[in-house]
């Protein structure tokens, strides 16, 4: 019996992470660190399924985005990296998922057809319609028990639930049925305005990002748009820095309130305390990668022990799987 609960999380290696990502799931993961054994999964198998035009880019990847969960708190004395194309277990069960599913359950999954739409796609590859059954291979390779997601991924785990409990009563495994963990925050918008932060909406605030980059997002932030004169009333509701004070500055939302609606405060000054709340977040993490950057063997150590570790848990777990599949002889 393991001692603890297990949780599966990871990132695609398709560049670094944003502010977006923090709030989605990576401040969860440092909460989470002590209760659970976690595995946090560097996905560059599945980063293929849209860059595979990329490899140079998916592979720089690979180091910023372990550095970015470093950064952000994570210990690695407590977290195991793994790196996915390394695990054997994960390709092996992929391909024995992918028997039990239906093309049309992954046809009709509405993040791939979003995010299809979102990269243009008319016919899919193989992979990128199969992402949510690697998905699962991913989360139960180890038995995961949790797997903190933003809400974009709750049809994905809906899947991987439905997958492993067919799989288990066909074979008679005992594959943990893991949980969706939602984050709190949800979708971060973007300070442009746009709905959502993203990689490729060029608003992207990254966890790397200088002080100078920083105030450039924050600086062109949309505010309220009908507030012409700083001496005129402002309306918070619709205003985009107002969003980012209540998610990152929350002691402190009553008082720009008042202050924003009665004219006392301007919309730069407002914007002049949002950048400094957003440089008093990222520095320590500005610190923590500057010293992986500065040791990059430590950081490929912990990629290669974290992957070999995960891999003696995956072949053992596979073992059992397959025998229980019959195809031992
Ligand atoms: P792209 O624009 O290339 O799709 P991205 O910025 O959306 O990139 P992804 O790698 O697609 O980044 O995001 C991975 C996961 O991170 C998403 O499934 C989502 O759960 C979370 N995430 C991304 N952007 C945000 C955001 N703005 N707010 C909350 N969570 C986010
Ligand atoms: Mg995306």
Redesign the pocket.
């Known amino acids: 019996m393991r001692s603890r609960r297990r949780i599966l999380t990871g990132?695609?290696t398709?560049?670094k992470l944003?502010?977006?990502?923090y709030?989605?799931?990576l401040k969860s993961r440092v909460e989470l660190q002590d209760e659970y054994e976690t595995f946090i999964l560097l996905a560059d198998v599945q980063a293929l399924t849209?860059h595979f035009e990329e490899p140079e880019l998916i592979n720089s990847s690979i180091l910023d985005v372990t550095m970015d969960n470093l950064s952000v708190g994570l210990d690695p004395e407590k977290v195991t990296f793994v790196q996915q194309s390394q695990i054997t277990s994960i390709a092996e069960l992929t391909v024995f998922y992918s028997m039990i599913v239906s093309v049309n359950q992954l046809r009709h999954n509405p993040t791939i057809k979003t995010?299809a739409a979102?990269y243009g796609y008319e016919d899919l590859s193989y992979g990128f319609l199969g992402y949510p059954v690697s998905q699962t291979a991913d989360i139960s390779f180890i038995n995961a028990d949790l797997v903190p997601?933003?809400?974009?991924?709750v049809p994905h785990i809906e899947l991987s639930r439905k997958i492993i409990r067919k799989f288990n009563k066909l074979y008679g495994t005992n594959i943990t049925v893991p949980r969706a963990k939602l984050?709190e925050?949800?979708?971060?918008?973007?300070l442009d305005g746009n709905a959502?932060?993203?990689?490729?909406?060029g608003n992207?605030i990254y966890l790397s990002d200088s002080p100078e980059v920083v105030w450039q997002h924050v600086r062109k932030a949309v505010t309220d748009t009908s507030r012409v004169h700083a001496h005129m009333e402002g309306h918070p509701e619709v205003c985009n820095v107002y969003k980012y004070h209540q998610v990152f500055n929350p002691g402190e939302t009553d008082e720009i309130h008042k202050e924003c609606t009665s004219a006392a405060l301007s919309c730069f000054a407002c914007k002049q305390r949002l950048n400094e709340v957003l440089n008093n977040l990222l520095e320590p993490m500005r610190e923590r990668r500057a010293y992986y950057e500065n040791n990059i063997d430590i950081v490929k150590d912990l990629i290669h022990e974290g992957s070999k570790k995960a891999n003696a848990i995956g072949n053992e777990n596979l073992e059992r799987i397959k025998e229980k599949m019959h195809i031992l002889i």
């Open positions: 990132d695609r398709t560049g944003h502010l977006g990502h709030v989605g799931s849209t995010e979102n997601v933003g809400e974009d991924q984050s925050v949800g979708r971060l918008a973007g959502k932060m993203g990689k490729s909406m992207a």
